[in-house]
């Protein structure tokens, strides 16, 4: 299951104690501000995408959409989101709870600029019903991330 991969990965960290896991789902933006009880601005949403055949999670602030002309502009393609069966296989967690954390192999991890307004955000942690609380400089340095990126409209 996916949220032991994320709870193996934190507990190497040391950060085991701060997942929390749900009575309820979090498997939607809304969902997961209603089980926080926080704005749903702050929840860090993570969206998987096909580029080119390589599997890509952009994460976001839970209150945007990809701007189609700036994600083009950066990846070089139309945004090609994976279907649920593909999130499984290529990026080890099921759609709604898709996180940037404990993913498979050849995964390319990138953040937008979205998320820099909060000093904190609550990304997934593998499963429909969990989530964490990080800063961006933890969330930058245990997604793996690659670059911060600006490819999201609808926040500013």
Request: glycine share 6%; charged share 25%; net charge negative.
């Amino acid at each position: 299951m996916a949220i032991e991969r994320v709870r193996a990965y934190f507990a190497s960290q040391d950060m085991e104690d701060r997942v929390m896991e749900f009575e309820v789902s979090s498997a939607t933006v809304e969902l997961a501000a209603q089980a926080l009880n926080c704005e749903p601005a702050r929840i860090a949403k993570t969206l998987s995408f096909s580029v080119s055949g390589t599997p890509v999670l952009v994460v976001t602030a839970g209150d945007t959409k990809i701007d189609n002309p700036k994600y083009k502009a950066f990846f070089g393609v139309k945004a090609k989101m994976l279907t649920p069966d593909e999130a499984v296989t290529l990026i080890g967690h099921a759609v709604g709870g898709v996180c940037p954390f404990a993913v498979n192999d050849g995964v390319e991890v990138y953040l937008d600029v979205s998320m820099k307004r909060f000093e904190t955000v609550y990304p997934a942690c593998g499963s429909s019903n969990s989530a964490i609380e990080m800063t961006m400089d933890e969330l930058e340095k245990h997604s793996g991330c690659l670059k911060w990126i600006d490819v999201c409209k609808g926040w500013q």
